[in-house]
Every structure is written in structure tokens, then in C-alpha cells.
């Protein structure tokens, strides 16, 4: 099968009776994109961004009912929008919880296990111990080197000249994984437990660059809330998947 990379030879091109059946998008741009008169049997779109926009199914946008139902399925999901310490900090030990819990229902058989092309548990709580490092610890507190060398990078990130020397290559023991995912949940509940009205409304340079935005301490706080959120959902998503396909 034809891979495509990096191209932007279809941006404004109209396809007429083509057949897209089977086939795999990953970090593309389909933003204005029109579709009439099509079949959407099985149609599987994962945005990590779409409650930023509008998705219009016909003629309705679906993106509220889409957030509603993902609050509904994920009790204190909503709270990763809040602009207060109290809602903050609901929302984190919400989401804490609900990892806890997901971390204690998988096997341990799987927790390295992962679906094509997806992260297994164990690296993505990798990334979350990034997430942290970067929001947290860089973003917010301005360490000047903050990410421990356990930390799961981003797909693209050494194209984009990221320094990929400070992470560890080969794989890490659950445990430890554990056990730093730990600390790193420790200090954003300490920090949510210090924090006042004023520290969240101060500016922050963007952690991974850029003037184009200077997030507030209280963005940078909801920045990990929405990763905490979205990856559990993926998490969750591939474990039925794989053990679904496991099963006698």
C-alpha cells in the first residue's frame, strides 16, 4: 500500500468516485474538508483537537454531542477546562483515580502490548511523565533541562530537531515506570495544593517554543489535563481492542 508523507499534493483537489476504503490517516490536516454523497460504514476519526472547531454531519455539528458523551463516559473529564484551583484540582484527582483504576484492571501480560501504530500502557505513561516534564516542570517552574530520560517523545519530535540524547532508548520495567509516574503525579498535586488565583493568571513562555503563545500557569495546567484525559481514552480504546482479540 502507497504511503504517503508530508505531502500537500491534495489540498483543494476534488475526488469524484474514489475509493478510500482501508485506508489510514495519521497526523494529516483535513480541515475544510467536503464530502458529499459518501459511505461512512465504519468511519473511525480520532481528534485529540476537535473540540476546537466544527464537525458537521449532516447539516448538525457534532462536536458538542461528541464532548457531552465523552464527559458522560468519563466522569470529571470537563473539569480539564477549569479556570480555578478548585476545579483544577477536582479534575486532576478525578482523572488520578481513573488511572488507577485502569492501571489495576490490565493485566500485566499487557501492559506492553499495543495495538499497530499506538502506544502500549507502558509508554504511554511514558509520555505522561513527559507531559508533565514539559508543562510542568519546564513551563511552569522553568527547569532548564526538565524531562527525565524515561520520558516517551512525541512522533515527528527528532524530525523537528528535538535532542533526542536526553531519553532512554530501550524499554523500561513497568515498575519503574510506575514509580516515576508516581513522582511526577506527586508534584502536580503539590503544586495544585500551593497555587493561588494570581500564580495561575502569570504568563509562561510555550515549552516547546514559539512566541505565537504565552500560556498562562493555568493553561499550562490544562494542557495536562487534556493529555491525561485523551491518552486514558486511547489507552482504554486499545486494551478492550486487545483483549478483545485475545480472548478463547
Not at 524531562?147 to 512522533?155: A, K, N, P, S
Request: glycine share 8%; net charge negative.
Amino acid at each position: 500500500m502507497t504511503t504517503y508523507f508530508g505531502s500537500d499534493e491534495f489540498e483543494g483537489a476534488t475526488f469524484v468516485r474514489t475509493s478510500f476504503k482501508g485506508a489510514t490517516m495519521r497526523f494529516g490536516d483535513v480541515s475544510g474538508l467536503t464530502m458529499r454523497g459518501v459511505d461512512l460504514d465504519g468511519l473511525d476519526v480520532d481528534s485529540h483537537d476537535l473540540f476546537f472547531g466544527k464537525v458537521f454531519v449532516n447539516g448538525v455539528d457534532v462536536v458538542p454531542l461528541v464532548e457531552a458523551e465523552l464527559n458522560r463516559l468519563f466522569p470529571g473529564r470537563e473539569l480539564q477546562k477549569a479556570e480555578t484551583i478548585e476545579g483544577l484540582t477536582e479534575g486532576w484527582f478525578a482523572v488520578q483515580d481513573a488511572w488507577a483504576a485502569t492501571v489495576k484492571d490490565t493485566p500485566r501480560d499487557l501492559v506492553d502490548a499495543h495495538v499497530e501504530d499506538e502506544w502500549s500502557l507502558a509508554k504511554t505513561l511514558r509520555h505522561l511523565i513527559l507531559a508533565t516534564d514539559a508543562w510542568l516542570r519546564g513551563g511552569i517552574l522553568g527547569v532548564e533541562q526538565p524531562f527525565h530520560e524515561i520520558g516517551q517523545i512525541f512522533t515527528g519530535a527528532e524530525q523537528m530537531g528535538f535532542d533526542m540524547s536526553i531519553f532512554r532508548h530501550e524499554p523500561a520495567e513497568f515498575e519503574e515506570v510506575l514509580a516515576v509516574r508516581a513522582e511526577r503525579q506527586q508534584l502536580v498535586t503539590d503544586f495544585l495544593a500551593a497555587a493561588t488565583p494570581e500564580l495561575l493568571a502569570e504568563e509562561r513562555p510555550n515549552p516547546w517554543g514559539g512566541d505565537d503563545w504565552r500560556p498562562s500557569v493555568g493553561d499550562c495546567l490544562r494542557v495536562i489535563l487534556e493529555e491525561e484525559w485523551a491518552h486514558l481514552r486511547y489507552v482504554r480504546r486499545d486494551l478492550a481492542l486487545l483483549q478483545e482479540s485475545s480472548a478463547p
